[in-house]
Structures are given as structure tokens and as C-alpha cells.
């Protein structure tokens, strides 16, 4: 070998360029090769130079229908670039060294190319240099003409279709997730599925009924339908509408957070931020900028609220958890995503609170931690959304500071506790005004309750639960104990739908009330 073409990496590896002949029979360091194999090395250069950064295993699948054992078609390339020294790697994790990896999972993927190893190939056809276009003819895969493909496809969108997306759309925002099989977010979504023209269009269908069991709390459905999803569409068939699968992971990673897995949660998104499919919109886009904001603020809260952490850990997670927060409003409002604007208000205003009775020094506002609380109400009443439970019952905890820590508190103890008033509320959350004036908190809980109950609001077990503890809570405070012990009644009956976690929190905060 000539020594110019000889390379030496800073690990003490010595490389060399590996020069592969198109022209029938294809032929690798002047050996005729398998085609299945050679065909994985192109796809994954190929996916190198288009910046997909790797090949998935479905793909594979797809390519190979007719071989009778997939896994034995993998691990045969996998000897011959051993044999070529060539370093290929499998699983999400790009920074483990191929050497480390668990072979028990290469069959699943997705396969990528370690880093400096795709400039290696010397790609000839008949003698001469080639390039991607000849790959891709040699591969079959006409690359060049996929996002015309998408856009005309995307042309042919029927009015139903769009009737179905933007009928499911405006449940969403007014709090309707899941009704029937023919009303609701969920029900549209599906309908818009069925008559999607094009795989990116049924992929947005999809994602949206992910999101939709997101919001309803439902992580296990959540997950079954981005399975579904990751099965019928990778983001080369589209890379103009790679934003899917950015925002695929982030409910991924939202799914992890939900199942009290934080650092699984972060572990996700720190993948999907580092996968070249998507670096540049986790820069740019602003939706998938803004929901991956508001999920990591949720994981840094998690990691603040900790007690097991030490202090200093925990109020640097706590200013990074309100930075977070702020990018995250500041996006949604710059893209006009104001459901998503008012839910990150909400959540801000919540933190904000959280951190000041933990005693965790950050920065404070101008106003009260409420003023983000009324923010989020005016923004769903100014966009006619209904997707603001959460923020309620936020409010009607604030104002009333927790309520006293004394185990079954006296009566008339309990009923002296201190609450903001309506009129202090609006005081302190001035200039912002909203158009309903409650005459007090019981009668805001109250008929919230109402609205649940006759389903005129939708709400998972934990915001029920949330919800009857309110009720109870300022029923005591008011003075009637049989409508307070009513409401405990119910609580009780429905701890069984809730984690043991929750379960627990809501036992300790029943402790707090008067015995009826």
C-alpha cells in the first residue's frame, strides 16, 4: 500500500482508503463481495453524505423482504466490514465505541458509520470516481427526487381531509380530546389518517393522535401509536417534513418523563439533539424548539423539587428549569402557538411558587408567581381555548398557600387560614384582567366540578383527583363538612386509578384537612 494513502488516528488506529468498484461484478479491495452486504455499506454512505447519520433496521427489512433470515443477512455484513476494517456501529447511542457495543441488540439498529469512517470509501464506476447520484442508481433509490415527490403529493390533499385535520385541531384546543369514535381530537385525527394521500400526511395524522394521548395523560397509548408511526414512515422519505420525527421523540421522551423517569426522559432528547436528521431543528424550528424547552424545563423541575439532591444541584436545576420555561413561552408566542404559550405560562408560574416555598434562590419576577397564572388564563380566554384545567387548579392552590401542615387541624383553625381573595388576585396580577369574576374560590372549584361531572370538561385520574382535593379543601374552609366529606368520599373511591406515588401524596394531604 502506498504510504500516502495511509492515515493514523489519534487512538493509534491505522486506516486506509477502501476503494469499491461498481461496475458489475462488484467488487470491494478487488474481491468480488456479497451484494446484501455492499448494499448495507452504500446505504449507510450514502446516509452519511445525505446527513440521515444512519439506516434503520425496518429499511433493511423493506430492502431484503424476500430473505428467509434478516438477522443472518446483518451479521454476514457485519464480518465483511470486519474483514474490510471497516468501523460500523448500531443502536441510538453514537458515542459508544462499536467494540463496546451489546450484540444482542444489533439486529434492532438503526447502523451508522463511526465518524471519519464514510470518507474512507473511494467509490469508482468503470475506473472512474462516482458519486452519490451513481450510488443511489447502484442502490436503487431514487434520492434526488423525494421532496418533489412529497410536494406533489402534499397537492393532493382532499377537502376532507383538511376538514377532518382542522375539525380534530379545534377540539384539541378547546379540551376534547377523546368523546367517541366519532367525536373528539382523537376521533378526527384518525378520520384525517384514513383519507391522507401520502405517507407524510398520515405521519402528521399520527403524531397528532401521539400528542393527543400526551395531553390526555395516557403515556402507554402514546407510545403504541409512535410504534405505528416509526412503522410507516422515516423522515428520508421526506427530509423537508423531518420535524416528525424530531418531535416524535420528544413525545418519546415525554413518555419516559410521565413514567417518573427523568433521566430516561433526558437520555432521549440528548439523542435525538445530537442525530443529524435533526440538529438543525432543534436550532430552528420553532415548535420543536419550543416543546423540547418545555419538557427539559419539566425535567430540571423534577430534579429541583428532589430533596435525596443536594441543595446547590438543585437551584442551579431550578434557574435552569425557569430558563427553559422562558425560551420555551417565548417560542410558542413568536410561532402563534398559543395553547402552547399559555400551557408554559402556567407551568412558569407554577415553578416559580414551587421553588420559593422550597427555599431554592432564583431570580424573582417584578410581580407575584400568580401574575404568570393569570397570564395563562387570559391567554386561553383571548384564544377561545379550553385547555386550561391545569392552570386552575394551580390558582386555587396558590391563593390559598397550600393550606396549614397541621395533621387534622381544628375546625375553626382550619377556616381562620388565610386565602387571597378574587379582589387581592386581581390586584396582584395587574394588568391583566379576565372576563370572569368569580365571587370565591369554592365557587370556581365548585363548578368546575360540574363541568367534569357532566362532561363538559375532559380530565385524566390525577387532574380528578386534584380537582375533588380542591373542592374538599375549600368546602372545610367555608364550613360546610358534609359536602367537603362528600368530595373526600370520591377522592378515596378513585385513588385506585392513580400511581402508588400519587396515591400517597393524596393520603398526606387528606391528613390536613379537619376530620369530618
Known amino acids: 500500500m502506498n504510504d500516502a494513502r495511509i492515515d493514523a488516528r489519534k487512538d493509534g488506529r491505522v486506516t486506509a482508503p477502501i476503494e469499491i468498484e461498481l461496475e458489475a461484478p462488484a467488487r470491494v479491495l478487488g474481491k468480488p463481495v456479497r451484494h446484501q452486504s455492499l448494499w448495507i455499506l452504500l446505504r449507510l454512505w450514502l446516509a452519511a453524505q445525505a446527513g440521515e447519520g444512519w439506516v434503520r433496521e425496518t429499511q433493511l427489512r423493506e430492502q431484503f423482504a424476500s430473505a428467509r433470515n434478516l438477522r443472518m443477512v446483518i451479521s454476514r455484513a457485519y464480518g465483511d466490514f470486519a474483514r474490510w476494517g471497516l468501523r460500523v456501529g448500531w443502536g441510538k447511542d453514537r458515542t459508544r ?18 465518524d471519519g469512517e464514510a470518507p474512507r470509501l473511494r467509490i469508482l464506476l468503470h475506473g472512474e470516481p462516482a458519486g452519490a447520484d451513481a450510488v443511489a442508481a447502484w442502490l436503487g433509490k431514487p434520492v434526488q427526487q423525494a421532496s418533489a415527490t412529497a410536494v406533489a403529493r402534499a ?47 398520515q405521519a402528521l395524522s399520527l403524531l397528532q393522535q401521539a400528542m393527543v394521548w400526551r395531553r390526555a395523560g395516557n403515556a402507554d397509548a402514546a407510545r403504541a401509536v409512535l410504534a405505528e408511526l416509526d412503522k410507516h414512515w422515516h423522515d428520508e422519505q421526506a427530509p423537508e417534513h423531518a420535524w416528525l420525527g424530531a418531535m416524535a421523540a420528544i413525545v418519546q421522551a415525554w413518555c419516559a418523563y410521565a413514567g417518573r423517569d427523568p433521566l430516561g426522559a433526558k437520555q432521549i432528547l440528548r439523542q435525538a439533539t445530537e442525530d443529524p436528521r435533526w440538529v438543525g431543528l432543534f436550532q430552528y424550528h420553532p415548535r420543536v424548539r419550543s416543546e423540547h424547552a418545555n419538557l427539559q424545563a419539566l425535567i430540571h423541575r423534577a430534579l429541583a423539587l428532589d430533596e435525596s439532591v443536594d441543595l446547590l444541584e438543585r437551584t442551579a436545576a431550578a434557574r435552569t ?79 390559598r398557600a397550600n393550606g396549614p401542615d397541621a395533621v387534622h387541624p381544628r375546625l375553626d383553625a382550619f377556616q381562620r387560614w388565610p386565602v387571597i381573595s378574587p379582589a387581592s388576585f386581581r390586584e396582584l396580577t395587574a394588568p391583566i384582567v379576565l372576563s370572569t369574576d368569580w365571587p370565591d374560590w369554592r365557587a370556581l372549584a ?14 385524566d385520574a390525577l387532574q380528578r383527583a386534584n380537582l375533588l382535593y380542591e373542592v374538599a379543601w375549600y368546602e372545610a374552609h367555608a364550613g360546610d363538612a358534609q359536602r367537603s366529606t362528600d368530595a373526600l368520599a370520591r377522592l378515596r373511591r378513585r385513588l385506585r386509578e392513580l400511581t402508588p406515588s400519587d396515591r400517597l401524596f393524596f393520603r398526606e394531604a387528606i391528613r390536613k384537612l379537619p376530620e369530618g
Open 97 to 114: 465505541d462499536p467494540e463496546l457495543l451489546p450484540l444482542a441488540g444489533r439486529n434492532r439498529g438503526p447502523y451508522w458509520l463511526v
Open 155 to 201: 397537492s393532493r390533499a382532499s377537502p376532507a381531509y383538511w376538514h377532518a385535520w382542522a375539525g380534530a385541531r379545534r377540539d384539541m384546543l378547546d379540551g376534547r380530546l377523546i368523546l367517541d369514535r366519532e367525536r373528539g381530537a382523537l376521533a378526527g385525527y384518525r378520520r384525517a389518517q384514513t383519507l391522507a394521500p401520502d405517507p407524510w400526511l
Open 321 to 399: 428549569a425557569l430558563d427553559h420555561y422562558r425560551l420555551a413561552l417565548a417560542l410558542a408566542n413568536e410561532a402563534e402557538m398559543f395553547d402552547a404559550a399559555a400551557s408554559t405560562a402556567s407551568n412558569l408560574g407554577w415553578s416559580l411558587w414551587l421553588f420559593e416555598r422550597c427555599g431554592l434562590d432564583v431570580p424573582k419576577d417584578d410581580g407575584h408567581p400568580l401574575a404568570w397564572i393569570a397570564l395563562a388564563a387570559w391567554l386561553n380566554e383571548r384564544h377561545g381555548l379550553g385547555v386550561g384545567f391545569w392552570n386552575t387548579i394551580y390558582l386555587l392552590r396558590m391563593v
Open 446 to 459: 365548585v363548578a368546575l366540578l360540574a363541568d367534569v361531572d357532566a362532561g363538559r370538561v375532559q380530565v
